[in-house]
């Protein structure tokens, strides 16, 4: 039998949110001149908030965002190392100073270098013990972020998220 007068409230913890245009989210009062920009601008804007929330996490832990990339670089070559030429070409962010990341890196403890016994000219960076420890530290709040960044997006969105990007990353590389 009905009861009159009854409201039922269902609660979730699923959140919605709603997405402002990046036109509307840098209060820019005029149409942008090509759908290129505004494609251009919002992943600049979405790249500098995601940039901003891991140099918190990683300025906690005492380091950069490039060293990270670095050591991150350093754990995948293993015991073998890398030479820092081609640490240079894997960085996520491009460094025009590796040798001065290095220096620093390395000051804190979390790498080494030595000189390559085949070809004296090649510097060989490898991950030290206490990089190995930071990056254990960082593994699973780097992999929350992401979650809780990422997260919401179903896998088929993620998918198409990053044949868009490869595809911008493909166009830009034309012009290097």
Same mark, same amino acid.
């Given at each position: 039998m009905p009861v009159a007068g009854l409201t039922i409230v269902v609660i979730t913890n699923k959140m919605t949110m709603v997405a402002k245009s990046i036109q509307a989210?840098?209060?820019?009062?005029?149409? =942008?001149?090509?759908?290129?920009?505004?494609? &251009?601008?919002?992943?600049?804007?979405? &790249?500098?908030?995601?940039?901003? #929330? =891991?140099?918190?996490? =990683?300025? &906690? #832990?005492?380091?950069?965002?490039?060293?990270y990339n670095v050591l991150r670089i350093l754990r995948g070559?293993?015991?073998?190392?890398?030479? @820092?030429?081609?640490?240079?070409? *894997?960085?996520?962010? *491009?460094?025009?100073?590796i040798t001065r990341l290095l220096d620093r890196t390395e000051r804190a403890g979390w790498c080494t270098r030595s000189r390559n016994t085949n070809d004296r000219r090649v510097i060989i960076a490898r991950i030290?013990?206490?990089?190995?420890?930071?990056?254990?530290?960082?593994? *699973?709040p780097v992999e929350e972020l992401n979650k809780r960044v990422l997260g919401p997006m179903s896998n088929s969105r993620l998918r198409?998220?990053?044949?868009?990007?490869?595809?911008? *990353?493909?166009?830009?590389?034309? =012009? @290097?």
């Open positions: 989210e840098i209060k820019q009062t005029k149409p =942008f001149p090509s759908l290129e920009e505004e494609a &251009a601008i919002a992943l600049a804007r979405t &790249a500098d908030q995601l940039g901003r #929330h =891991f140099d918190e996490l =990683f300025k &906690a #832990h005492g380091l950069t965002g490039t060293q070559a293993g015991k073998a190392g890398l030479a @820092c030429s081609e640490i240079a070409t *894997r960085m996520i962010s *491009r460094d025009p100073d030290t013990a206490k990089g190995m420890e930071i990056l254990k530290e960082l593994d *699973r198409s998220l990053l044949r868009l990007l490869e595809g911008v *990353r493909e166009a830009a590389a034309r =012009f @290097c």
